[in-house]
């Protein structure tokens, strides 16, 4: 794999962590929706149901379509970084919250605006950034996670319209969103994958919440059924056989969005460790105030810098590649740096909240705090999106070259 500098991109002089005004705009107003939210994510976590109030608080706050272009709707044409700091912010009230803007912008809408025909973009862009209809993206197959040549839905070309055959899991929104942008092989072919857009409304289209998961119980998890289901033929997204790379570039944004919400759970466990070790007392003192407590905190602040430098270098070299997107080159570089912020944050996230949960003893147990929820929520955040073991193998191969790739 080529180096930064010999992709043509050197300039990474905005590495110096300033925002800019826009950016401070924006992100105060993510922190006042953030803290709009909280008491109603509160509520809804010990219910274990969907919060409700997310989507017309982040409506309000116009962050239902951050990163798309100005034309279409409340799109507020944010870069890939500023996205990326938003959705810090964001991770800071859950895993739940964060994901659901990952099914919806980071996979749906940024999916759509980077291969939909200009009647498409027109047509569910829109009412997505206003809040009106929720998006999902659905490429897991219950045969189906990491190797998507296994899928099994498939689809045939009836002139007028496809049908489609097959289903999707673990999908996130897939209970909730109005469209889905579905992946599916030629009926009988292993090759030649094709995207479409898919509407609830379709004939031969059901869906169907998952229940009893680990963690995340605010955030929809659905499976999404297609019986014969009729696609118009203009839903076609994407050039015909060219759906891998649909599903790839869509990755790609939902992977970053992982990482930028890992920083903000990160975030939010110090918060809770120092605030809870000035206050709680053992052996005569503050457990601030005892060596090994003192050790979790230094670790998770360290870890925390160590992803900023991951993610922030990841969303910029992701927005120099949208901004040239013939060169394979930076693409390849950015793909890659994709992978390091993910799996580095992701596992980095799940360590602070358990490294939490240590600090508040017997109280981080109960959900009634916030470290046991970070905890069962970021274990998710290893596997959806491409697990450690395909990112670590990612990193490995950029390195080692293609001839030592696992999976042909």
């Known amino acids: 794999m080529k180096t930064i500098a010999e992709t043509g991109i050197d300039d990474l002089s905005q590495m110096n962590f300033d925002v800019s005004e826009e950016q401070r705009l924006i992100l105060e107003e993510v922190d006042r929706a953030c803290r709009e939210l909280r008491p109603f994510e509160d509520e809804a976590y010990l219910a274990s149901r969907f919060n409700q109030h997310l989507v ?17 709707g409340e799109g507020q044409g944010a870069d890939i970084l500023t996205y990326a700091l938003a959705l810090e912010r964001i991770g800071r009230e859950g895993t739940g919250v ?21 009647e498409q973009k027109e047509r569910y862009l829109p009412p997505a ?12 197959e219950p045969t189906a996670g990491s190797d998507p ?63 009893h998961k680990l963690g995340m119980p605010t955030s929809d998890t659905g499976s999404i059924f297609l019986d014969n289901c009729k696609i ?45 070790a000035k206050q709680r ?4 003192k503050l457990i601030g105030k005892h060596q090994l ?21 990841a969303a910029l070299l992701k927005q120099k590649s949208d901004e040239q997107p013939a060169n394979l080159d930076l693409r390849e570089v950015a793909d890659v740096a ?23 003893g017997s109280s981080g147990y109960s959900f009634e705090t916030r470290a046991p929820r970070h905890l069962v929520d970021t274990r998710v955040c290893r596997i959806y999106e491409g697990t450690d073991e395909i990112m670590v193998q990612k990193i490995a191969v950029s390195l080692l070259g293609t001839d030592f790739e696992a999976y042909k």
Not at 344 to 358: E, G, I, K, M, P
């Open 232 to 276: 118009p033929r203009e839903n076609l997204l994407g050039p015909v056989g060219k759906g891998l790379g649909v599903a790839y570039s869509g990755l790609m944004s939902g992977r970053l969005s992982v990482a930028g919400g890992c920083l903000g759970v990160i975030e939010d466990c110090i918060e809770e460790s120092v605030s809870y």
């Open 149 to 211: 040549s296994s899928l099994r839905t498939s689809f045939e070309d009836r002139g007028t319209h496809y049908l489609l055959n097959g289903s999707k899991a673990w999908i996130s929104n897939g209970s909730i969103a109005d469209s889905a942008v579905i992946f599916a092989y030629p009926k009988g072919k292993r090759e030649g994958m094709c995207a479409f857009i898919a509407e609830k409304g379709f004939e031969g289209y059901t869906s169907q919440q998952q229940k």
């Open 281 to 284: 007392v053992q052996h005569g």
């Open 98 to 118: 964060r994901t659901f803007l990952s099914g919806h912008v980071s996979l749906g809408q940024l999916t759509v605006q980077k291969w939909g025909s200009e």
């Open 293 to 313: 407590v003192q050790r979790h905190i230094g670790i998770m602040s360290t870890n925390l810098d160590a992803a900023k430098n991951l993610v922030y270098k």
């Open 338 to 360: 994709i992978a390091k912020a993910k799996y580095f944050a992701s596992n980095a996230s799940f360590d602070a909240a358990d490294r939490a949960v240590q600090i508040f």
């Open 56 to 72: 017309p608080i982040f409506k309000k706050a116009k962050l239902l379509g951050l990163p798309i272009s100005r034309l279409y």
């Open 129 to 140: 950034t206003r809040g009106e209809k929720v998006m999902c993206f659905g490429l897991t």
